[in-house]
Nanobody
Framework: QVQLMESGGGLVQAGGSLRLSCAAS????????SGWYRQAPGKQRELVAS???????NYADSVKGRFTINRDNAKNTVYLQMNSLKPDDTAVYYCFVISDSTYWGQGTQVTVSS
């Protein structure tokens, strides 16, 4: 059974930083594609960043240069380092992994105050 556990969300002032973590059980991140989506109230879900099994990365234009996705294979954990946060980054952030199906974490709230 695949389980993804996110952590690291919270309240931060604009310009601040947060690091989200997503730990997996029942699957191996390094064998699959994974990443982060976010959804703000009243908005569509948006792909924020992804990392392939070969460690190739992709970012939404809105976060390029500010967010970094990486992976620790030994810990089977994917991270999202978020710098220079803006109020528009406020959302629930969801980790995902694509193996035999797409699996999702429970989500972690990120709130950026102006």
């Amino acid at each position: 059974q695949v389980q993804l556990m996110e952590s690291g969300g919270g309240l931060v002032q604009a310009g601040g930083s947060l690091r989200l973590s997503c730990a997996a059980s029942g699957t191996t991140f390094s064998d699959n594609d994974s990443g982060w989506y976010r959804q703000a109230p009243g908005k569509q879900r948006e792909l924020v960043a992804s990392i392939s099994r070969w460690s190739g990365t992709n970012y939404a234009d809105s976060v390029k240069g500010r967010f970094t996705i990486n992976r620790d294979n030994a810990k089977n954990t994917v991270y999202l380092q978020m710098n220079s946060l803006k109020p528009d980054d406020t959302a629930v952030y969801y980790c995902f992994v694509i193996s035999d199906s797409t699996y999702w974490g429970q989500g972690t709230q990120v709130t950026v105050s102006s």
